[in-house]
């Protein structure tokens, strides 16, 4: 069983720039989170979506925003890029995302880099 | 508001040495889910083990086991024998059954846990 799918795995910006960033779930996870994590501020969870709908979202400026498509493949986009926005951004995928149902799985994350 | 506290940042044993990792939580919930992930350094959060705040049942998986006690509202880990495989950073979780925590875990600081051969 594949797992969850992050692309691309690095990347380098310039602030000023957008990015997209590409997240497959496990095949049959029908939620998709995406959590930003910093050495300064740790985990953090930035939105969920099922069936193409947002249903939750964190403390996260408008600058971040995402989608899921029909098959649940979803994508961050975040615009107008800060030096702070340099992070590994990491995708978990879950059969509902209702809490107490079962866990997160990971992927491996995207690295990005502001310079 | 949900809080998870790792005190510890970094622990260091030798191969062989056993280690607990500690965590305490806040929540104002009756009801919530407790988890351990492990981050190796390839960046992806490794499932290890779930917990639930009706099952205070401690249990041994092999070489990790776990405390939990609701009293102290502590969700200990422990791994005995500690291999160098082992070494990465070990994240505690919390959740609860609300609908803002869907796809939601609010997680720790994390312990680096080195071993050395």
């Known amino acids: 069983k594949a797992g969850v799918t992050q692309t691309p795995r690095y990347l380098i910006k310039t602030r000023g720039q957008q990015v997209t960033l590409s997240c497959s779930p496990i095949?049959?996870?029908?939620?998709v989170s995406w959590y930003q994590q910093t050495p300064g501020q740790g985990l953090q969870f930035l939105f969920e979506?099922?069936?193409?709908?947002?249903?939750n979202k964190g403390n996260f400026p408008g600058r971040f925003s995402g989608r899921q498509f029909s098959n649940s493949r979803s994508e961050m986009n975040v615009s107008t890029l800060e030096l702070g926005d340099s992070a590994l951004y990491l995708c978990?995928?879950?059969?509902?995302?209702?809490?107490?149902?079962?866990?997160?799985?990971f992927g491996e994350g995207s690295r990005l880099t502001v310079l | 508001a949900q809080k998870v506290t790792q005190a510890q940042t970094e622990i260091s044993v030798v191969e062989k040495e056993d280690v607990t990792l500690d965590c305490v939580y806040e929540?104002?919930?009756?009801?919530?889910?407790l988890f351990w992930y492990k981050q190796p350094p390839s960046g992806e959060l490794v499932f290890l083990i779930r917990?639930?705040?009706?099952?205070?049942q401690n249990e041994i998986s092999g070489r990790y086991s776990w405390n939990f006690q609701k009293s102290t509202s502590s969700f200990n880990f422990t791994i005995t024998a500690s291999q160098v495989v082992d070494s990465a950073v070990y994240f505690c979780?919390?959740?609860?059954?609300?609908?803002?925590?869907?796809?939601?875990?609010?997680f720790g600081a994390g312990t680096q846990v080195v071993v050395t051969p």
């Open positions: 978990a995928s879950s059969l509902d995302g209702v809490p107490g149902t079962g866990e997160l799985f």
């Open positions: 095949s049959g996870h029908r939620s």
């Open positions: 979506y099922f069936s193409e709908t947002q249903r």
């Open positions: 929540t104002r919930d009756t009801t919530y889910y």
């Open positions: 917990r639930n705040s009706f099952d205070e």
């Open positions: 979780a919390l959740t609860d059954l609300t609908t803002d925590s869907w796809g939601k875990f609010q």
